[in-house]
């Protein structure tokens, strides 16, 4: 698997490099997250977008909730009026390093819900 090192790059660059490595799968399209977020979907389900400068992902809630509690990402909040999303979580540009793993997790989650 390859990693996505973080230090140095926009969240851009870093989602750019990431779509074109899961792109290589049968069942991943480009598309848009919620509302015109760049995003990656499965089978017209979104697992990952780009938003506010960070990359969030659907996992599953104990996932997430490991991410948040050791401070690698926050509950995702759509909205933004404090109604948090338990399955979604955003990740900084600084964890860029480990945007790959999370990506392909969520990819496997939303994919199981096919």
Do not use: Y
């Not at 991943?28 to 979104?46: M, N, S, Y």
């Not at 909040?77 to 793993?101: F, Q, V, Y």
């Amino acid at each position: 698997m390859n990693t996505l090192p973080g230090a140095g790059r926009s969240a851009t660059d870093l989602f750019a490099q990431l779509a074109r490595h899961l792109l290589n799968e049968p069942c991943v399209q480009k598309g848009t997250g919620f509302g015109a977020v760049p995003g990656l979907r499965a089978d017209k389900k979104i697992f990952a977008m780009i938003c506010r400068g960070e990359l969030v992902v659907k996992l599953p809630r104990h996932r997430a909730d490991q991410l948040v509690a050791d401070g690698t990402a926050a509950r995702f909040d759509a909205r933004r009026d404090g109604r948090l999303m338990k399955e979604w979580a955003t990740i900084p540009p600084e964890h860029g390093h480990a945007w790959e793993s999370l990506a392909i997790v969520a990819l496997r989650f939303v994919s199981s819900e096919l």
